[in-house]
Structures are given as C-alpha cells and as structure tokens.
C-alpha cells in the first residue's frame, strides 16, 4: 500500500514539474535582438490571410487571459465611484476620483474634462496609465509628475474627458505591493474597470475610447488593448519591442508569453489593436531603437492583411531617449485628434506644435483622494492574501 502511494505521489509529481516546464516567464531582455527576429519571422510564418490571423490572435489573446489568471475574471461589482474636489483652470477642470475595481479595493486617479463640458455622448474618453517614472522634484512620481498633468490636461482641453490613475502599489494604491504574485492580474482587472467607470460618465462615446502611455504605461496600452476591443484607438509609447518583454512584474510577472498552448512577445501583443487605430512612438536610445525596421514592419504586415494599413503608424525619434517628452506628446495629440475626433483650433500654434502652458501643475496634496478629511471607506481590503482572494472567477 505505502508502495503504491509512493509510486503515485511520484507521477503526480512528475506530471506537476512537466506543467510548471511548460509555463516560462519572458522577463527583461529575455533574448537578444537577433532571436527577436527570427521569432517574428516564425510568428508571420504561422498565417498567410486574415482567417489565419484571427486564429493566431485568438491564441495569444488566449494565452494572455490565461496567463494573467484572467480567462475566468472576477464578477464585476458596483464601482461606488467617489468624485471629489472640483478645479476649474484654463479650457479644462480637475476632480479627484476612486472607484471599485472589486469589492473594497479602490482604484485612484483624477479625471480631466473640458471646460465647457458636454452633452450626451460628445466626448471622447481617454486612458492614461503612467509608468515606472520616480519623483524627480517633489512630486511623488506617477500620476502626479508635471509631465503627466500637461498630457492629460491639454488632452481635456481638446475636448476629451481623461482619466488618469495609479499604478498598483503606486501614489495613493496602497492596497497591494506593486511587486506582487498577482499585480499583473490586478492592474489589468483596474484597466477594465477604468474603462467601465469612463463608459459610465454621461458624456463619453464609447464607441471613442482612446489609451496612450509610456514605459510601463506603454505596457499597460497595449496589454488592455490586446484584451479589451472596446479601445478605439492606442498609442503605446517607448515601450514596444519583440527582444524586451518589461523588467516588472506588473509587465511580464506572470506567463501572459508563453506556455504550452501559445508564444508571443510584445510586438505580437501590440498587433493584436489591429485595425484599431494605433501609433507607435519609439525613440534612438532605449529597447525600442529597432521599432521603424523590426517591430514596426510586422505589425504593419497585420494591419495590411485586415486591410488597415492606413491606420497604424511609427513616430520614432532617433535622438530621444525613455520619456514621454513634448515631441513625444505633440505626435500623441495629433493622432488622438485625428482618430478621436478631437478639437486642435484652439491650441495648435503657427508652426503645429501644441500649446501646453495655459496647464496649471497642481501638487499631490491638491490631487489625492483620501485625506485626513477624507478616510478610504472602512470596508477597504487590507494585505495581498485578502486583494488576492478577490480576483476568484465570477460563479
């Protein structure tokens, strides 16, 4: 009897290793820049016409959700959003804002709107996730770094309701370390449900959604785009590359790359916007240097089989470096107005660059959320083991 048990724990075991060797992060600079081509070519050589890329999509989209702990998400609850603290600046207005992405666990961020407001279904609605940007002076990083303010501010003032928000672990997200097990699973469940919250304000199109960000925000754009096709239009920036996958664990922490049923990396993943509108932004100095000769031609050759060549385009600035600096803003704003919809009359100079100075800088102070005055509600979840246990499938 004891034998037989032995022998059985042993297969057991052994069919357990053979899973776990089936699954593999990507991390980093998981393989070099010439791997990255030859495992492009062998991606482009798996499908010949749209039906075959279809498949292929539905196979990494798959694998992602998979991956993530996703294919099976959460029920979604009330989102309870708390919109707070009303500023009115030059063309636009501030709010703070939370919501529930689940039970007691608060997303946090701001949300940016046109001064003069607008009816039913008249604005576009914008994502902004903000990347792995520290506090360079004063400012606390993330969402409230002076850069992030401007894009979201001048992208208000052009007419679209913006929203920006925390990373997990970040500014006020403190329920969660942004290092944990599951912060890919849980920053991406936020991305979901930050689309949600913008479906819900009475003045947003849906049928207008747009997302842009850069680093790990470029990751967070393109990562939710893959998933969710409610995204209209996409603009991951200095972040798409087939030989780096994200050094985070928010990036590439679980096995949204490869296991046993699909293989992708991050240009693949960034193909799967296709035909939805989608601009490029790389530049000369970071792991998106071989964007206009590698990453770039493979997703355009997508775009083309779904007949949507027009659609997708490369900026890449060959003497920039790893930001989300003015020129890398001015591309943004004149793709968002073209693809959205959006108004550029009032703030486009002489020479087409975007006037940004009317934007005023507010402090963390001014843009958090929860204060001494104002407490995250008591029914707030505390630690990763109760986050975690929320992310259970919906029944």
């Not at 193909?271 to 939805?276: F, I, M, S, V």
Request: charged residues 25%; contains cysteine; glycine residues 10%.
């Amino acid at each position: 009897m004891k034998l037989r048990i032995l022998i059985g724990l042993v297969v057991v075991l052994s069919a357990m290793s053979f899973a776990v060797a089936k699954v593999e992060l990507c991390r980093g600079n998981y393989h070099g820049e010439a791997a990255a081509k030859v495992q492009l070519a062998k991606f482009a050589g798996s499908y010949s016409d749209m039906d075959g890329w279809k498949k292929r999509a539905a196979t990494v989209r798959q694998g992602m959700l998979r991956g993530m702990g996703l294919d099976t998400p959460p029920k979604k609850c009330d989102l309870k959003p708390i919109v707070t603290g009303k500023r009115t600046h030059k063309g636009y207005t501030v709010e703070n804002v939370a919501f529930e992405s689940l039970p007691g666990f608060f997303v946090t961020g701001n949300l940016y709107r046109p001064l003069a407001g607008g009816a039913a279904k008249s604005c576009a609605g914008i994502l902004c996730p903000h990347g792995h940007f520290r506090d360079r002076g004063g400012d606390g990083g993330g969402r409230f770094r002076p850069s992030m303010q401007t894009r979201c501010a001048t992208l208000a003032r052009m007419g679209a309701v913006v929203l920006s928000l925390d990373m997990v672990g970040w500014g006020e997200s403190t329920q969660y370390p942004h290092k944990g097990a599951r912060t890919l699973t849980l920053q991406t469940w936020n991305g979901i449900r930050a689309i949600d919250f913008l479906y819900s304000l009475k003045e947003v199109d849906p049928k207008r959604i747009g997302i842009t960000g850069a680093s790990g925000g470029g990751t967070q754009t393109f990562v939710l785009t893959a998933v969710d096709d409610r995204i209209s239009v996409s603009i991951p920036c200095v972040m798409v590359s087939a030989h780096f996958f994200g050094g985070c664990s928010c990036e590439s922490g679980m096995p949204i790359h490869k296991s046993a049923a699909h293989e992708t990396n991050n240009a693949d993943i960034a193909a799967l916007a296709a035909p939805r509108p989608q601009l490029l932004i790389s530049n000369g100095k970071d792991w998106t240097k071989n964007t206009p000769k590698v990453e770039f031609p493979y997703i355009k050759g997508v775009y083309k089989l779904c007949g949507a060549e027009s659609k997708v385009e490369n900026l890449h600035l060959a003497k920039e470096g790893h930001d989300y600096g003015p020129s890398k803003r001015n591309g943004a704003y004149k793709f968002f107005a073209k693809h959205l919809k959006l108004t550029t009359d009032k703030i486009r100079k002489d020479d087409g660059t975007f006037d940004e100075t009317p934007v005023t800088i507010e402090t963390k102070k001014i843009l958090t959320v929860f204060t001494d005055a104002r407490h995250r509600p008591k029914h707030a979840v505390k630690g990763p083991a109760a986050v975690e246990s929320l992310l259970k499938p919906a029944e």
